[in-house]
């Protein structure tokens, strides 16, 4: 693996006390009902994301979400000419996905340079987009849409979804529909919508031992699944089960993004002209 | 991935086809092609399969190293999954050319195995701590005609079966250093349970319906299918989806219904294979790479 | 749903007919005689005539050749070639067709709809497009032999043309038999193109309408189920046949296809099925008549 010579790395490695310490103590206690923590959000609940158009000066469009302490920043570059000619896709645009995850973002400290995990979460996020985006409109050239998260309390590839799709609309680029994206967790039989970090890597095993993940990206006003991606020990009834809630999970968030990018067109928009 | 080009009528001929129940080499929307499966072909691993799926080759080798568990699992062995696209299998393969697929299919493979049930981890665990044994998993392409996810699945499946971890002994000495001893007797192994590793199914969804083991001809007419890994009992480990296009909601879960059906019937002829491969002793015929 | 799965088995060798006098591999002196012209597949080294490639030798008066058994395409004018379009260029397009370099199909050497004397209008250029786009399959005839190897083809006849619905089969083109006629409407109702280039072409019999548009109109009507089982059927006959180094023409299509009628259409779906009875049968039939047969 190729190191970065230019930092001073520590030992080749090292540990976060904090993974020793025994499970649950330091975790709060995401038992297999949201009763406790997280204030009154039900199972089926999604957090309340706040998220913004437009505040990276020089991208041609930029998203900020937040939900809960998830935080994800992403910036659309694009569309200009594609660098590498190839032969084969000329008349349709291409389309670039690129997940950062900040070294920081997790409890282990991550790595700068882009490692196998990110390059897949990369994967996830281009195919979710690609089918939202009108890509035939744009011969010859290439979108780059880089997303960094900053703050992983779970779900964050779902807001990563979400986050892409808000900023390559600020950025005007044409495309079928806002693609959402939404996460759940499963275990035993509660499926929890949204999952916060603590729940997500809840080590406490359910009564019947399965617990899976899944990811979904939904173009809500096409009804069409983009992406999907699920992991776990799961029976196909719990997968559908779970499928549609982050489809309702989808549905959910979907006027308040409507929302964010009605407001940024507003504050785009020259003052009327008195 | 290999890519063919196909014109808009054999497009069109191709996707009535599929729609008739009748796909362009004879076959209905839910039959494999035939497979060739052979298990102990390198002898340098711990156990090797080699399985060919129409024109398609995979050669996976097993090896057992002792390494240290991760931190977070102090009593669990772990498996590192590698697949090389080799540059026999198409030129495009050449330089780097492999390494997009190669990491998406390896990426694909941690997630179909990262559950509790798939392999017993437990089991690969010498002492809690510090050794366990690691498999490495190393899926070597020698030819693509479509459905690489089936074929290196089922491969897997049938080297796990042919490997045998050598026998370890924990000895403590006086001061408290636990020493690692190999048993003597090379035949004197552990086997690993194989029975709920899953069996992964591609559904291609061309026009309204959905076909299994899709050739490059039935890939290049759709545009997005659905990875399901399933295990013996019909238990799902991954679901993911693959290619530009998206899916309607309803038949994303008609496809999951597909996908746990095959998948769940895949795994008896492939063990009773392994079985009867096993029972044949050496008398069984190696035919390795000139088949 | 069906899965065969099986152990694998070494392939029985099927007895080979016919003897091949001689066989040379690469570096193997043919002769240190220094009347002999070197041809195609040799060099001279120290005056010895020695092959380059592995094949068979074949003399011919003063020359001697090897030809090699397993190549790339080399076409000669007249052959009848299947290919795929890979590019679109001006008043050209070129055309995939298994041999060396990608073949030539001039603007000038189709048949535009409008009949023979149409003249090439920048119209036409412009819309080269609307005919052939890349992926598209075509049926050609070699026109010309350009001194690189290059091809150029032309499909100025009422035969040649775009192909609509059906499936292409590849072989090596060492295993087409040159004959009369490569196109074939065979009785058990289905239509082959047996490319010199190895690249076969499967399609229903077309009716009688079809021929209207000059060949540029493509039928995207559904093919009737019975047509489809037939040309998959054929596919796999002709894979088969291939995979056992069964010279391709009409007849042994037809023997192997009949033989085949046997068993199920998936259970011809690999080159194991009892191909080797279904040989032994086409050989017989096929190989004591060899050359003369005539098409149906």
């Given at each position: 693996m190729p190191v970065d010579h230019r930092r001073i790395r520590g030992p080749d490695e090292s540990f976060s006390p904090r993974l020793f310490l025994p499970s649950g103590s330091a975790k709060c206690a995401a038992a297999e009902d949201r009763r406790s923590g997280d204030g009154a959000r039900g199972n089926m609940d999604v957090r309340a994301?706040?998220?913004?158009?437009?505040l990276v000066s020089q991208a041609k469009g930029s998203a900020y979400i937040e939900?809960?302490?998830t935080k994800v920043i992403c910036s659309v570059y694009g569309p200009r000419e594609t660098e590498r000619r190839d032969e084969t896709e000329m008349k349709r645009g291409k389309l670039l996905a690129d997940v950062r995850l900040a070294p920081f973002s997790c409890r282990k400290r991550g790595q700068w340079i882009q490692g196998t995990e990110e390059k897949d979460l990369s994967q996830f996020l281009l195919e979710s987009l690609r089918p939202g985006v009108l890509l035939q409109k744009y011969p010859r050239s290439q979108i780059e849409v880089c997303v960094m998260v900053l703050e992983n309390d779970g779900a964050f590839l779902a807001h990563a979804v979400t986050c892409a799709s808000l900023a390559l609309a600020d950025a005007g680029i044409e495309m079928y529909d806002v693609v959402m994206g939404c996460a759940a967790r499963r275990s035993g039989d509660a499926v929890l919508l949204d999952p916060t970090f603590a729940e997500e890597h809840?080590?406490?095993?359910?009564?019947?031992?399965?617990?899976?993940?899944?990811?979904?990206?939904?173009?809500?006003?096409?009804n069409q699944v983009s992406g999907l991606q699920a992991e776990g020990e799961m029976d196909a009834e719990s997968l559908v089960e779970a499928a549609r809630a982050?489809?309702?999970?989808?549905?959910?968030?979907?006027?308040?993004?409507?929302?964010?990018?009605?407001?940024?067109?507003r504050k785009k928009a020259p003052p009327p002209e008195s | 991935m290999a890519t063919v080009q196909v014109s808009e009528a054999e497009k069109v001929y191709i996707l009535h086809g599929v729609r008739d129940d009748l796909r362009v080499d004879g076959r209905g929307c839910e039959d494999y092609r035939h497979m060739d499966i052979e298990t102990d072909v390198v002898s340098n691993t711990d156990g090797s399969a080699k399985v060919s799926l129409g024109y398609s080759d995979v050669l996976v080798g097993v090896k057992a190293e002792v390494g240290k568990p991760r931190p977070a699992l102090p009593d669990q062995g772990y498996l590192e999954f590698f697949v090389d696209c080799s540059a026999n299998a198409t030129p495009e393969f050449e330089g780097r050319g492999g390494e997009e697929l190669g990491l998406e299919l390896s990426n694909t493979l941690y997630k179909v195995f990262s559950n509790k049930q798939s392999v017993d981890l437990h089991s690969l665990c010498i002492s809690p701590g510090e050794h366990c044994w690691v498999l490495y998993v190393d899926?070597?392409?020698?030819?693509?005609?479509?459905?690489?996810?089936?074929?290196?699945?089922?491969?897997?499946?049938?080297?796990?079966?042919?490997?045998?971890?050598?026998?370890?002994?924990?000895?403590?000495?006086?001061?408290?250093?636990?020493?690692?001893?190999?048993?003597d007797d090379p035949y004197d192994c552990v086997r690993l349970n194989v029975e709920n590793v899953p069996c992964i199914v591609t559904l291609c969804k061309i026009g309204h319906r959905h076909v299994v083991d899709a050739t490059l001809q039935e890939k290049?007419?759709?545009?997005?299918?659905?990875?399901?890994?399933?295990?013996?009992?019909?238990?799902?480990?991954?679901?993911?989806?693959?290619?530009?296009?998206?899916?309607?909601?309803?038949?994303?879960?008609?496809?999951?219904?597909?996908?746990?059906?095959?998948?769940?019937?895949?795994?008896?002829?492939?063990?009773?294979?392994?079985?009867?491969?096993?029972?044949?002793?050496?008398?069984?015929?190696?035919?390795?790479?000139?088949? | 749903m069906a899965a065969d799965m099986r152990l694998p088995t070494r392939r029985e060798e099927v007895p080979l007919q016919g003897t091949f006098a001689n066989l040379v591999v690469p570096g193997d002196v043919i002769t240190t005689d220094t009347g002999f012209m070197r041809g195609h597949g040799t060099y001279v080294d120290d005056e010895k005539l020695t092959a380059s490639v592995a094949g068979e030798v074949e003399r011919v008066n003063k020359l001697i050749c090897v030809r090699p058994l397993k190549t790339r395409f080399n076409g000669e004018v007249g052959d009848v070639v299947v290919g795929r379009i890979t590019e679109v260029q001006q008043k050209r397009w070129k055309v995939e067709t298994n041999s060396r370099l990608d073949s030539v199909l001039l603007l000038s050497a189709v048949n535009l709809p409008g009949g023979e004397l149409r003249r090439r209008s920048a119209e036409d250029e412009l819309s080269m497009r609307d005919y052939l786009q890349e992926g598209d399959l075509i049926s050609a005839e070699v026109q010309n032999v350009f001194t690189d190897g290059a091809l150029s083809l032309h499909t100025r006849s009422l035969k040649y043309g775009k192909l609509g619905q059906g499936i292409l089969v590849q072989v090596s083109p060492s295993l087409v038999k040159r004959q009369k006629t490569h196109f074939h409407n065979l009785p058990c109702g289905a239509s082959v193109i047996l490319g010199n280039n190895g690249y076969i072409w499967l399609y229903p019999t077309p009716g009688q309408l079809d021929e209207e548009a000059g060949g540029y109109y493509t039928s995207m009507e559904p093919v009737q189920l019975a047509d489809r089982e037939v040309i998959s059927r054929l596919r796999n006959c002709l894979l088969a046949l291939a995979a056992h180094k069964v010279l391709l023409f009409d007849t042994s299509v037809l023997y192997c296809y009949e033989s085949s009628l046997s068993h199920q259409v998936q259970a011809s779906v690999t080159c194991h099925l009892p191909v080797n009875e279904v040989l032994i049968e086409t050989r017989g039939h096929g190989g004591g008549c060899d050359g003369d047969t005539t098409p149906p």
């Amino acid at each position: 693996m190729p190191v970065d010579h230019r930092r001073i790395r520590g030992p080749d490695e090292s540990f976060s006390p904090r993974l020793f310490l025994p499970s649950g103590s330091a975790k709060c206690a995401a038992a297999e009902d949201r009763r406790s923590g997280d204030g009154a959000r039900g199972n089926m609940d999604v957090r309340a994301i706040f998220a913004r158009c437009g505040l990276v000066s020089q991208a041609k469009g930029s998203a900020y979400i937040e939900a809960g302490n998830t935080k994800v920043i992403c910036s659309v570059y694009g569309p200009r000419e594609t660098e590498r000619r190839d032969e084969t896709e000329m008349k349709r645009g291409k389309l670039l996905a690129d997940v950062r995850l900040a070294p920081f973002s997790c409890r282990k400290r991550g790595q700068w340079i882009q490692g196998t995990e990110e390059k897949d979460l990369s994967q996830f996020l281009l195919e979710s987009l690609r089918p939202g985006v009108l890509l035939q409109k744009y011969p010859r050239s290439q979108i780059e849409v880089c997303v960094m998260v900053l703050e992983n309390d779970g779900a964050f590839l779902a807001h990563a979804v979400t986050c892409a799709s808000l900023a390559l609309a600020d950025a005007g680029i044409e495309m079928y529909d806002v693609v959402m994206g939404c996460a759940a967790r499963r275990s035993g039989d509660a499926v929890l919508l949204d999952p916060t970090f603590a729940e997500e890597h809840d080590e406490h095993p359910s009564p019947s031992g399965k617990e899976s993940r899944l990811t979904l990206a939904l173009m809500p006003a096409m009804n069409q699944v983009s992406g999907l991606q699920a992991e776990g020990e799961m029976d196909a009834e719990s997968l559908v089960e779970a499928a549609r809630a982050c489809m309702e999970g989808c549905y959910k968030l979907y006027p308040v993004v409507q929302q964010t990018l009605l407001k940024s067109v507003r504050k785009k928009a020259p003052p009327p002209e008195s | 991935m290999a890519t063919v080009q196909v014109s808009e009528a054999e497009k069109v001929y191709i996707l009535h086809g599929v729609r008739d129940d009748l796909r362009v080499d004879g076959r209905g929307c839910e039959d494999y092609r035939h497979m060739d499966i052979e298990t102990d072909v390198v002898s340098n691993t711990d156990g090797s399969a080699k399985v060919s799926l129409g024109y398609s080759d995979v050669l996976v080798g097993v090896k057992a190293e002792v390494g240290k568990p991760r931190p977070a699992l102090p009593d669990q062995g772990y498996l590192e999954f590698f697949v090389d696209c080799s540059a026999n299998a198409t030129p495009e393969f050449e330089g780097r050319g492999g390494e997009e697929l190669g990491l998406e299919l390896s990426n694909t493979l941690y997630k179909v195995f990262s559950n509790k049930q798939s392999v017993d981890l437990h089991s690969l665990c010498i002492s809690p701590g510090e050794h366990c044994w690691v498999l490495y998993v190393d899926v070597l392409l020698l030819q693509c005609d479509g459905n690489l996810f089936d074929a290196i699945s089922i491969a897997i499946k049938a080297a796990l079966f042919n490997t045998r971890i050598p026998k370890v002994h924990l000895s403590e000495d006086e001061e408290g250093g636990k020493e690692i001893e190999l048993s003597d007797d090379p035949y004197d192994c552990v086997r690993l349970n194989v029975e709920n590793v899953p069996c992964i199914v591609t559904l291609c969804k061309i026009g309204h319906r959905h076909v299994v083991d899709a050739t490059l001809q039935e890939k290049a007419c759709s545009v997005a299918s659905l990875l399901i890994a399933t295990t013996h009992r019909g238990t799902v480990t991954c679901v993911r989806k693959f290619g530009g296009g998206s899916l309607d909601p309803e038949s994303i879960f008609e496809m999951i219904e597909t996908g746990k059906r095959v998948g769940k019937a895949l795994h008896t002829p492939l063990m009773e294979l392994l079985k009867e491969e096993e029972s044949l002793g050496k008398k069984r015929q190696k035919v390795g790479f000139l088949g | 749903m069906a899965a065969d799965m099986r152990l694998p088995t070494r392939r029985e060798e099927v007895p080979l007919q016919g003897t091949f006098a001689n066989l040379v591999v690469p570096g193997d002196v043919i002769t240190t005689d220094t009347g002999f012209m070197r041809g195609h597949g040799t060099y001279v080294d120290d005056e010895k005539l020695t092959a380059s490639v592995a094949g068979e030798v074949e003399r011919v008066n003063k020359l001697i050749c090897v030809r090699p058994l397993k190549t790339r395409f080399n076409g000669e004018v007249g052959d009848v070639v299947v290919g795929r379009i890979t590019e679109v260029q001006q008043k050209r397009w070129k055309v995939e067709t298994n041999s060396r370099l990608d073949s030539v199909l001039l603007l000038s050497a189709v048949n535009l709809p409008g009949g023979e004397l149409r003249r090439r209008s920048a119209e036409d250029e412009l819309s080269m497009r609307d005919y052939l786009q890349e992926g598209d399959l075509i049926s050609a005839e070699v026109q010309n032999v350009f001194t690189d190897g290059a091809l150029s083809l032309h499909t100025r006849s009422l035969k040649y043309g775009k192909l609509g619905q059906g499936i292409l089969v590849q072989v090596s083109p060492s295993l087409v038999k040159r004959q009369k006629t490569h196109f074939h409407n065979l009785p058990c109702g289905a239509s082959v193109i047996l490319g010199n280039n190895g690249y076969i072409w499967l399609y229903p019999t077309p009716g009688q309408l079809d021929e209207e548009a000059g060949g540029y109109y493509t039928s995207m009507e559904p093919v009737q189920l019975a047509d489809r089982e037939v040309i998959s059927r054929l596919r796999n006959c002709l894979l088969a046949l291939a995979a056992h180094k069964v010279l391709l023409f009409d007849t042994s299509v037809l023997y192997c296809y009949e033989s085949s009628l046997s068993h199920q259409v998936q259970a011809s779906v690999t080159c194991h099925l009892p191909v080797n009875e279904v040989l032994i049968e086409t050989r017989g039939h096929g190989g004591g008549c060899d050359g003369d047969t005539t098409p149906p």
